[in-house]
């Protein structure tokens, strides 16, 4: 057990809705982490929030957004969902250290 | 070309051989090498981690970096069945951002 958790662990949900992912990061751990991972791009790095505060931006689409909250906790927001959004979401979090410790992921499909 | 190269297998080997996972990378800037098994429908967990050049060992599994050929390397010594998932190698730069490019991963199948 990482000590991350997400919330839900499975999401099923139709096209163009939207729906909200959840992570708690490790007790003390500032940097949340969120990644996606479908079976042709493998794991996709989407975003990075440090202490409430975006630090880094990757692949991710403008009908996803993020945040991270004063306890810590973040969640992802993906809107007018397609059928390609279907995927396994990850979260991770860390310390000033480098090494990133992953939640269980939110398997989410998109109908 | 991806920053990464990683082999997808699926790689079949029998129980007690060594393994060998490679990958290839293109980005000068890296500094930070992981390594992550990840087994079905679960989040990946970590394995190794080295900082720049050199090896690094823990147990049966060692990794090894090298900068010059920009490619990185985990050995895993005695495989077990236990040991069948995907592996993904990841890499930072030190930026500050701490934001990983994984590979796609290697499937790794070991069979008693």
């Known amino acids: 057990d990482s000590g991350v958790t997400q919330t839900p662990k499975h999401l099923i949900t139709a096209t163009g809705q939207r729906v909200t992912l959840r992570c708690s990061p490790r007790s003390g751990d500032l940097s949340v982490y969120w990644y996606q991972q479908s079976l042709d791009q493998g794991l996709q790095f989407l975003i990075q929030?440090?202490?409430?505060?975006?630090?880094a931006k990757g692949n991710i689409l403008e009908r996803f957004s993020a945040q991270q909250f004063p306890d810590l906790h973040s969640e992802l927001n993906l809107s007018s969902l397609e059928l390609g959004d279907s995927a396994l979401y990850f979260c991770a979090s860390n310390r000033a250290e480098t090494t990133q410790y992953f939640g269980p992921g939110t398997r989410l499909l998109v109908l | 070309q991806k920053e990464v190269e990683q082999d997808p297998g699926p790689l079949s080997v029998p129980e007690g051989a060594i393994v060998s996972l490679n990958c290839t990378y293109s980005n000068s800037a890296f500094q930070y090498f992981m390594w992550y098994r990840q087994y079905s429908r679960k989040g990946p967990e970590l394995l190794m981690y080295?900082?720049?050049?050199g090896n690094k060992e823990d147990g049966r599994f060692t990794a090894q970096v090298d900068k010059s050929s920009k490619y990185i390397s985990l050995f895993i010594r005695d495989s077990q069945p236990s040991d069948s998932a995907t592996y993904l190698c990841a890499m930072s730069d030190d930026s500050g951002t701490y934001k990983y490019i994984f590979g796609t991963g290697t499937r790794l199948k070991v069979l008693a």
């Open positions: 080295t900082y720049s050049s």
């Open positions: 929030y440090y202490n409430g505060e975006e630090r």
